[in-house]
Nanobody, 133 residues
Framework: QVQLVESGGGSVQVGGSLMLSCKVS????????MGWFRQAPGKEREGVAH??????????YYVDSVKGRFAISQDNAKSTLYLQMNSLKLEDTAMYYC????????????????????????WGQGTQVTVTD
């Protein structure tokens, strides 16, 4: 059983930065697509960044709305996934979740909420990010 625990959320002003962390408690961590998702009130859960976990640097993918502002990374020795969020906007306000996809799943496609909930088999409890003006 893989357990994911997010941390690092909080309240920040427009233009500010936050770094989210996701500690993965059990193997297999390597060999999966890992993702950060967010869900704002009344909206569907959406993927914002994916990375393929591996022994070396993983390939990262981003949804258009966060490209150039967010960076996903990982520390395999610590089994921890990160999301550095810069130049935050009001519309980035949401609950942020990390998730682990079923082994063998692709990382370069962002799924609908229904598909993501099916394909990503492990989810954290979420951490709230609130951007204020």
């Amino acid at each position: 059983q893989v357990q994911l625990v997010e941390s690092g959320g909080g309240s920040v002003q427009v233009g500010g930065s936050l770094m989210l962390s996701c500690k993965v408690s059990a193997s297999p961590y390597s060999g999966r697509c890992m993702g950060w998702f967010r869900q704002a009130p009344g909206k569907e859960r959406e993927g914002v960044a994916h990375i393929y976990s591996s022994s070396g640097p993983g390939s990262a993918y981003y949804v258009d709305s966060v490209k150039g502002r967010f960076a996903i990374s990982q520390d395999n020795a610590k089994s921890t996934l990160y999301l550095q969020m810069n130049s935050l906007k009001l519309e980035d306000t949401a609950m942020y979740y990390c998730a682990a996809r079923r082994s063998g799943g692709y990382c370069n496609v962002f799924l609908t909420q229904t598909a993501a909930l099916r394909e990503f088999e492990y989810w954290g409890q979420g951490t709230q990010v609130t951007v204020t003006d």
